[in-house]
C-alpha cells in the first residue's frame, strides 16, 4: 500500500508538446552548428582559407561548444535559469549572421565564438527541460531531445548540396529564420520551465524526489561515471572520425565521387538518429546499462569488418553500425542524471558535451596520423576502438529506476 510520502514522489505525467518542442529547437540548433563544417569548402575556395585556418575555426566552436558545457550544467544546477534558453538561440542567432556576411577571417573566428557559446548554454538547459517534462518517461524524453541534435547534424551534406554550393557563403543566411524560431518557441518553453520550477518551490513536500541508482556507494558512482564516460568518449571518438574520415576510405578504395560518398555518411547519420529515438524507450523497458552495453558490443564485429566489404555491404553496415552504436546516445545521458541525481545540467554537460568535445578533439591527432600513415591504416585504427566499450558490461544495473 503506497504512503502518503510515496504518493507525493510520484513522478509526474509526461508533458509530451515540451517534449517535442525541446526536441525540435535541439535540431535547429545542431542544424545552425551543422553550418560551420559545411561551410569549408565554400570559405576555402571563395577566400583561399588554408587548412590551418579553417580548423582553428572548428577548434573555438568544439572548444567553447563542449568544453564550457559542464560549466553551464553546474551553474544552472545551482540555480536553474530558463531565460538561459532564449539566450542561447539569440547568441546562435548573432554568429549564424556574422558567419553568412563576416568580410573577413577574424570575424569568422568571433562568429565561432557565439556559435560555441550559444551550443555549451543550450545543451545543458535543454537537457534539463527534457528531464522535467519527460517525468516518468525520462529515457523517452531524452530520446526525442537527442534525435533533434542527432537529425540536425546529419543534414550537414544535405545543407552543403542544396544550400551552400548554389548561394555561397550569404546562404547560411537563411539559417537566421530557423535561429529567430528557435527564439521564438525557446522563451515559451522558457515561460514554462519558470512555472514548473514556481510550483515545486512553492509545494516542498509534493517535489519529486531525485530518483537514482539504488545500493550504490560514492566510490561505485565515481567508478561507473569513469567506465561510462570512457564508454561515450569511444563512441563519440568513432562517430566523429567516421562522419570526418571515412570520405577518404570511400574515394580511395571503391572510387567514389565525394558527393556520392556524403550519401554513405547520410545513411550512417540518419540512422544512427533513427537508433537515439529508439534506444530511449527499450532502455525505459529493459533497463538503460542493458542498452548502452548492448549499444556498444553489438556492433563490435560490423567495425571490424566494415573497411575490408565490398561496396555493396558498406552502406548496409553503416546503417547498422549507426542505428545500435548511436542508439544509447540520449540513454547514457539519463544513466548518468540517474547516477548522480539532482545534478542534471551537470551530468548532460558531461555526457553531451565534454565527452564528446574530447572525441571532436581527437580527431586532430587521426587526422596527423592519416598524413603519416596512409587511409587505409587509418581506417585499422578507427575499426579497433569500439573495442574499448566492452567496458560498458561493469556499469552497475538500474533497472529498479528504469522502473520507477
Known amino acids: 500500500m503506497a504512503t502518503a510520502n510515496s504518493a507525493g514522489n510520484r513522478m509526474p505525467a509526461p508533458v509530451y508538446p515540451v517534449m517535442f518542442a525541446i526536441g525540435a529547437c535541439h535540431l535547429f540548433n545542431d542544424a545552425i552548428s551543422a553550418v560551420v563544417p559545411a561551410m569549408y ?59 553568412a556576411f563576416s568580410p573577413n577571417y577574424w570575424l569568422l573566428l568571433i562568429a565561432a565564438v557565439f556559435l560555441g557559446l550559444g551550443s555549451a548554454i543550450f545543451h545543458p538547459e535543454g537537457s534539463r527541460v527534457a528531464y522535467m517534462a519527460g517525468g516518468a518517461k525520462r529515457g523517452i524524453s531524452q530520446s526525442i531531445f537527442q534525435v533533434g541534435g542527432n537529425s540536425g547534424q546529419a543534414l550537414a551534406p544535405v545543407i552543403t548540396a542544396l544550400i551552400l554550393i548554389p548561394l555561397g557563403q550569404h546562404g547560411a543566411a537563411w539559417f537566421l529564420i530557423v535561429a529567430a524560431a528557435g527564439v521564438w518557441i525557446l522563451a515559451l518553453i522558457a515561460r514554462w520551465m519558470k512555472e514548473r520550477l514556481s510550483e515545486e518551490a512553492a509545494m516542498p513536500g509534493k517535489r519529486p524526489a531525485p530518483t ?22 569511444v563512441r563519440s571518438f568513432y562517430v566523429v572520425n567516421m562522419q570526418g574520415y571515412f570520405v577518404f576510405h570511400l574515394t580511395d578504395q571503391y572510387g ?20 537515439t529515438f529508439f534506444g530511449g524507450p527499450f532502455a525505459d523497458k529493459y533497463g538503460r546499462k542493458r542498452l548502452i552495453a548492448a549499444s556498444a558490443l553489438i556492433p563490435i564485429p560490423l567495425c571490424l569488418v566494415l573497411p575490408h566489404l565490398p561496396i555493396y555491404l558498406v552502406a548496409p553496415a553503416l546503417g547498422i553500425i549507426g542505428f545500435v552504436l548511436m542508439s544509447s546516445f540520449s540513454v547514457a545521458v539519463v544513466y548518468a542524471q540517474e547516477l548522480v541525481p539532482g545534478k542534471i545540467g551537470t551530468m548532460a554537460g558531461l555526457t553531451t558535451g565534454f565527452a564528446f568535445g574530447v572525441g571532436a578533439v581527437g580527431s586532430v591527432a587521426i587526422g596527423a596520423f592519416m598524413d603519416a600513415a596512409g587511409v587505409p591504416t587509418t581506417m585499422l585504427v578507427i575499426s579497433v576502438l569500439p573495442i574499448l566499450g566492452i567496458a560498458s558490461v561493469w556499469l552497475p544495473d538500474d533497472r529498479s529506476a528504469a522502473l520507477e
Open 212 to 233: 537514482g541508482i539504488a545500493g550504490l556507494t560514492k566510490q561505485r558512482v565515481r567508478n561507473a561515471l569513469i567506465l561510462l564516460m570512457l564508454v561515450i568518449i
Open 41 to 99: 569548402p565554400i570559405l576555402k575556395e571563395s577566400n583561399g582559407y588554408t587548412y590551418t585556418q579553417l580548423g582553428a575555426i572548428t577548434f573555438v566552436f568544439q572548444m567553447l561548444s563542449s568544453v564550457m558545457q559542464p560549466v553551464v550544467g553546474i551553474l544552472s544546477d545551482r540555480k536553474p535559469r530558463p531565460i538561459m534558453l532564449p539566450t542561447a538561440m539569440v547568441l546562435a542567432f548573432a554568429g549564424i549572421g556574422l558567419l
Open 256 to 275: 567514389l565521387t565525394v558527393r556520392q560518398a556524403q550519401y554513405f555518411i547520410f545513411m550512417f547519420l540518419a540512422l544512427g538518429a533513427a537508433g
